[in-house]
């Protein structure tokens, strides 16, 4: 007889179990946020009268990328999942061949229905803002694909090049799906006024944050029009360096131990106004006097670019610390929500050679995002700054058994989390009927 290397042994049952009852109460929640009305009105219905209806698409594909769902051939983890299936009331779930012929007959429309979407469920996610200054950060991301028709990136790599945009607490107000040739630095001002026409009438951005892709006069110029303040990294030329060389010695503030900053005013060619720059200058190691004369033009030109960071800005109010800090925290906001989305969300990987289809799913991605900031608004404070990753540790893999007896069904999980689970649903309640 085979053996083990622990005494305990293995059978199997007919019960309905589920290793995803978080997801459970997240299915619930989104049905409470009328999530199924919105795809049916907003995205092409089918025209077969028993075809697929777009909720019977999104749905369990959010359910999936929630799940940790990496490749569309995981949407069959949802669709055997009968526990699942059975508390949220699904029916019917799509094949991953079936997803793939979705995206491609409606891709540039269910983009649009997606959009609309998201700009609906803005509207209550400023409410949590609770009259902070709204701050819009947008910045490209390399989504590395070997696809046929993918475009070589200046990455040296083929792929596509989104444009992202958020705002406060990282929410992804609009995304731009641009092939991968296209430069991060193209159209950034079209993207702004795209991300303005997300907010509700009424309400516009209070500042802009962006790499120096944005650092361009007629951002500039727009921002000082619209009475945005910015702060962009600036692009260090030559000019600019002989700015930074006039700074005098007794000018340099002392930032951070290894940090000293000053500023001047400057203008570009094209601009309406001057604007404050912002010098950042690093202490590194120097280069040896007797060394110069055998270093390259190019070797110098990099190591003075790593000495100095200047920050360009129109706020004329905050003390150069405050623009820093201001200016860095965009690390938080977009950077490292860009990596929440293509890494937590999987948005890393496109399931089609399409383009348009593959903008779709895109933007189901960052659905998908959006409603995880929403869905953690109704969790414990403990759970607020938590990744998805670890909400799928300790939320999402619950596991649980569902019972069904004289038409009443019932789930059931370890006593630990039953108040946790409980509570979870009474507040995703009232949210609804708000």
């Known amino acids: 007889m085979p053996q083990t290397i622990l005494k305990f042994g293995l059978e199997s049952t007919n019960e309905k179990l589920t290793p995803r009852t978080g997801i459970a109460i997240l299915g619930e929640y989104l049905k409470g946020m009328n999530l199924e009305n919105l795809c049916n009105t907003n995205i092409p219905l089918a025209k077969h009268p028993n075809g697929y209806s777009p909720f019977e698409f999104i749905y369990p594909l ?54 609309s979407i998201n700009k609906h469920y803005l509207k209550q996610f400023l409410k949590s803002l609770k009259n902070k200054d709204l701050i819009l950060d947008i910045d490209a991301t390399f989504i590395e694909a070997h696809k046929n028709t993918a475009k070589w990136s200046y990455k040296d790599a083929p792929g596509y090049m989104p444009m992202v945009g958020h705002i406060n607490k990282g929410w992804v107000i609009d995304a731009d799906f641009r092939d991968g040739n296209i430069a991060p630095a193209d159209a950034n001002l079209e993207f702004i006024k795209q991300c303005q026409q997300q907010l509700p009438c009424g309400v516009k951005f209070d500042r802009f944050r962006a790499d120096s892709a944005s650092y361009q006069a007629s951002i500039f110029n727009y921002c000082d029009k619209e009475e945005i303040l910015f702060t962009v990294t600036a692009k260090k030329c030559k000019t600019m360096f002989d700015s930074i060389y006039a700074i005098k010695d007794s000018e340099w503030k002392q930032l951070t131990k290894r940090e000293k900053v000053a500023e001047f005013i400057y203008t570009m060619k094209d601009t309406d106004n001057a604007f404050r ?56 906001t977009s950077e490292n929500k860009i990596k929440e989305l293509k890494n937590g969300f999987n948005m890393s990987y496109l399931p089609t050679s399409d383009f348009k289809a593959n903008s779709f799913f895109f933007a189901i991605g960052t659905l998908a995002y959006n409603l995880f900031l929403l869905f953690k608004e109704i969790l414990d404070s403990s759970f607020q700054k938590h990744t998805v990753k670890t909400i799928r540790y300790k939320l999402y893999n619950i596991a649980g058994k569902v019972v069904s007896h004289a038409r009443k069904i019932t789930l059931k999980v370890n006593e630990q989390f039953q108040e946790l689970l409980q509570n979870i649903r009474y507040r995703a309640y009232e949210e609804s009927v708000q």
Request: glycine share 6%; with cysteine.
């Open 62 to 115: 959010i359910l999936m990328l929630h799940s940790g769902g990496r490749v569309l051939d995981d949407i069959k983890e949802i669709r055997l999942d009968t526990a699942l299936s059975t508390l949220l009331k699904i029916k019917n779930i799509p094949t991953a061949s079936a997803f793939t012929k979705y995206f491609h007959k409606h891709g540039l429309k269910g983009e649009t229905g997606i959009r």
């Open 277 to 332: 720059i912002i010098v950042i200058k690093k202490d590194i190691t120097p280069t040896l006097p007797t060394l110069e004369e055998y270093i390259s033009d190019e070797v110098m030109a990099e190591y003075e670019d790593e000495i100095y960071y200047c920050i360009a800005t129109n706020d004329n109010d905050l003390a150069p610390e405050e623009i820093i800090k201001l200016h860095r925290q965009r690390g938080e």
